[in-house]
């Protein structure tokens, strides 16, 4: 590994180690209070709390324009390349262009809250609650932009803090209003209040860190004009296949209320609120891969970028595919434990959806991220076009056929399809593969493991949650034993993950124990191999 690719993948997974404990710390934040607001204010005022953030969200959904992803890629790509002047320019103009569009979408939402209301939302006694989302519209946009930023400059710790920080808030301004009495409005103004507090905090913060890492704009060539076109047209493909993936919904949407029965669909939102299970580690895989290509030159460097390309997938499916196979194993267990027995479809959706995660083996969790890492954003448009089509034909006649299970059938088709499709293309163009040998290693070690799990949950008598603790822990020692002995962990991914990890003081802490007993299954294993005369 040379040096180049060894101190960008530390980076890299500094950041996502980073990352993934912020997650966790916010989901657990988010979860606790949305459960607190939703008894404290009720299923009605509860959807109307709900229902008041749609536009503000809505706007700041449609108005990004894929600038973000632009500041990304940009900052990440022209601080490997010595141009820290016109990075620190491209941050400047990104709060300049990010600001003004926000004052221009808060002028819509203050002069047509009333409108909005009545014939977006049907509910005209929500007009002032929409009006004031001005400052969601605002100030969200300022701390997307603040996230943006930290991840194009590889300070990914700091996401950590501000995520924090607006969860935190949000709960407890949202808890404390509605203690005073202020009812779903108190929730409302809890929320607009973190973004304020977490935006504000992101700006200060981001300033201090340009003083640290960037040389000041003055003298740079780079004008508003040019960063805007730069951003645009970069940005705009992205922001486009967003737009799809809401019509994509808006469609799923649409074929549930026709041809879905409402137990059904309760069933369905159960399950599907579990995705938080893989988004605590698939978001900060992604968020760090992104940065990562983008400091890489992908014709110069093309073996590098290859090369990468597969351990990245590789080792992202060490972690997914394992977590997916438990998941599976225990779905039933979960949706019982959270929500209860009423909810007995919810386990069978459960085990179906989280099938798509266990594509992390052709590059599900790597592929965009890379694409738009080496500056390829029409590719991932095209994939999402591709995902939009075939999802358009195949739901809704599965979906009248089968209900549920037809829509996630159609989910994992379209989803299978675009996404090899995605691949083989970028391999045609990047020259970028997997090691397929290494995969079904994997895949065979995660289902071995799900063995002794699959007895504790029909065998063991245990209780619900014991079941839950006792089945992780059996399936982690029996994956981490298998690894080594099928070949899906060998001496030199221990080697690496030393590398990487060795001046991660958190991150080392954690996996030097693991590492330690696979490199003592490795040697065992190695020892046993008859030797070649």
Same mark, same amino acid.
């Given at each position: 590994?040379?040096?180049?690719?060894?101190?960008?993948?530390?980076?890299?997974?500094?950041?996502?180690?980073?990352?993934?404990?912020?997650?966790?710390?916010?989901?657990?934040?988010?979860?606790?209070?949305?459960?607190?607001?939703?008894?404290?204010?009720?299923?009605?005022?509860?959807?109307?709390?709900?229902?008041?953030?749609?536009?503000?969200?809505?706007?700041?959904?449609?108005?990004?324009?894929?600038?973000?992803? /632009?500041?990304?890629?940009?900052?990440?790509?022209?601080?490997?390349?010595?141009?820290?002047?016109?990075?620190?320019?491209?941050?400047?103009?990104?709060?300049?262009?990010?600001?003004?569009?926000?004052?221009?979408?808060?002028?819509?939402?203050?002069?047509?809250?009333?409108?909005?209301?009545?014939?977006?939302?049907?509910?005209?006694?929500?007009?002032?609650?929409?009006?004031?989302?001005?400052?969601?519209?605002?100030?969200?946009?300022?701390?997307?932009?603040?996230?943006?930023?930290?991840?194009?400059?590889?300070?990914?710790?700091?996401?950590?803090?501000?995520?924090?920080?607006?969860?935190?808030?949000?709960?407890?301004?949202?808890?404390?209003?509605?203690?005073?009495?202020?009812?779903?409005?108190?929730?409302?103004?809890?929320?607009?209040?973190?973004?304020?507090?977490?935006?504000?905090?992101?700006?200060?913060?981001?300033?201090?860190?340009?003083?640290?890492?960037?040389?000041?704009?003055?003298?740079?060539?780079?004008?508003?004009?040019?960063?805007?076109?730069?951003?645009?047209?970069?940005?705009?493909?992205?922001?486009?296949?967003?737009?799809?993936?809401?019509?994509?919904?808006?469609?799923?949407?649409?074929?549930?209320?026709?041809?879905?029965?409402?137990?059904?669909?309760?069933?369905?939102?159960?399950?599907?609120?579990?995705?938080?299970?893989?988004?605590?580690?698939?978001?900060?895989?992604?968020?760090?891969?992104?940065?990562?290509?983008?400091?890489?030159?992908?014709?110069?460097?093309?073996?590098?970028?290859?090369?990468?390309?597969?351990?990245?997938?590789?080792?992202?499916?060490?972690?997914?595919?394992?977590?997916? /196979?438990?998941?599976?194993?225990?779905?039933?267990?979960?949706?019982?434990?959270?929500?209860?027995?009423?909810?007995?479809?919810?386990?069978?959706?459960?085990?179906?959806?989280?099938?798509?995660?266990?594509?992390?083996?052709?590059?599900?969790?790597?592929?965009?991220?890379?694409?738009?890492?080496?500056?390829?954003?029409?590719?991932?448009?095209?994939?999402?076009?591709?995902?939009?089509?075939?999802?358009?034909?195949?739901?809704?006649?599965?979906?009248?056929?089968?209900?549920?299970?037809?829509?996630?059938?159609?989910?994992?088709?379209?989803?299978?399809?675009?996404?090899?499709?995605?691949?083989?293309?970028?391999?045609?163009?990047?020259?970028?593969?997997?090691?397929?040998?290494?995969?079904?290693?994997?895949?065979?070690?995660?289902?071995?493991?799900?063995?002794?799990?699959?007895?504790?949950?029909?065998?063991?008598?245990?209780?619900?949650?014991?079941?839950?603790?006792?089945?992780?822990?059996?399936?982690?020692?029996?994956?981490?034993?298998?690894?080594?002995?099928?070949?899906?962990?060998?001496?030199?991914?221990?080697?690496?993950?030393?590398?990487?990890?060795?001046?991660?003081?958190?991150?080392?802490?954690?996996?030097?124990?693991?590492?330690?007993?696979?490199?003592?299954?490795?040697?065992?294993?190695?020892?046993?191999?008859?030797?070649?005369?």
């Amino acid at each position: 590994m040379s040096e180049k690719i060894l101190r960008i993948t530390e980076i890299s997974v500094r950041g996502s180690t980073s990352l993934f404990f912020g997650g966790i710390f916010q989901t657990v934040v988010l979860a606790v209070g949305s459960i607190i607001v939703a008894r404290m204010l009720g299923p009605s005022d509860y959807g109307l709390y709900a229902i008041a953030l749609v536009v503000p969200t809505l706007l700041v959904s449609l108005t990004d324009l894929g600038l973000n992803h /632009a500041m990304i890629y940009l900052l990440a790509k022209w601080r490997e390349e010595g141009r820290t002047r016109s990075a620190s320019r491209i941050l400047e103009f990104g709060l300049a262009i990010r600001l003004l569009v926000g004052l221009a979408s808060s002028l819509f939402i203050i002069m047509w809250a009333d409108t909005l209301a009545v014939y977006l939302l049907n509910r005209p006694e929500l007009a002032n609650l929409v009006r004031i989302g001005f400052v969601i519209v605002i100030f969200e946009g300022v701390f997307n932009w603040a996230f943006a930023a930290f991840i194009g400059l590889d300070r990914m710790g700091m996401n950590a803090i501000l995520g924090g920080v607006l969860s935190a808030v949000k709960v407890v301004a949202s808890i404390g209003l509605i203690l005073l009495g202020f009812g779903f409005a108190g929730a409302v103004v809890g929320v607009l209040f973190s973004f304020f507090v977490a935006g504000t905090a992101g700006v200060l913060l981001l300033l201090t860190e340009m003083r640290k890492t960037c040389t000041p704009s003055l003298g740079s060539t780079l004008g508003f004009k040019d960063s805007l076109r730069t951003m645009v047209g970069y940005g705009f493909p992205i922001h486009v296949g967003s737009v799809i993936d809401v019509a994509v919904g808006q469609l799923e949407f649409v074929l549930l209320a026709y041809f879905v029965s409402n137990l059904e669909i309760g069933n369905f939102h159960v399950a599907s609120n579990f995705a938080v299970l893989f988004t605590t580690i698939t978001v900060p895989i992604t968020s760090a891969i992104f940065p990562m290509f983008s400091k890489f030159n992908p014709e110069s460097e093309a073996s590098d970028v290859a090369g990468v390309f597969a351990a990245a997938t590789k080792y992202a499916s060490l972690l997914v595919v394992p977590t997916a /196979a438990l998941v599976i194993v225990l779905s039933q267990k979960l949706v019982y434990a959270v929500y209860g027995p009423s909810y007995d479809l919810a386990p069978l959706f459960l085990s179906m959806a989280t099938i798509y995660f266990l594509y992390s083996g052709i590059g599900s969790t790597i592929l965009v991220g890379f694409l738009r890492g080496v500056g390829q954003t029409r590719l991932p448009l095209v994939i999402v076009v591709v995902n939009a089509l075939a999802f358009g034909a195949a739901a809704p006649m599965l979906t009248y056929m089968y209900g549920i299970k037809g829509l996630i059938a159609a989910s994992l088709i379209s989803s299978f399809v675009s996404l090899l499709y995605g691949f083989l293309k970028a391999r045609a163009t990047y020259g970028v593969w997997v090691d397929g040998a290494a995969q079904a290693r994997i895949y065979v070690s995660a289902g071995l493991s799900t063995l002794p799990v699959l007895l504790v949950v029909h065998f063991s008598g245990l209780s619900i949650l014991m079941t839950l603790i006792v089945g992780g822990f059996v399936y982690l020692a029996a994956y981490l034993t298998m690894c080594p002995i099928i070949g899906a962990v060998r001496d030199q991914d221990i080697h690496t993950l030393r590398l990487i990890f060795r001046r991660i003081r958190f991150g080392w802490q954690l996996l030097s124990l693991p590492l330690a007993y696979e490199a003592k299954l490795c040697s065992i294993v190695s020892s046993l191999r008859p030797r070649r005369l």
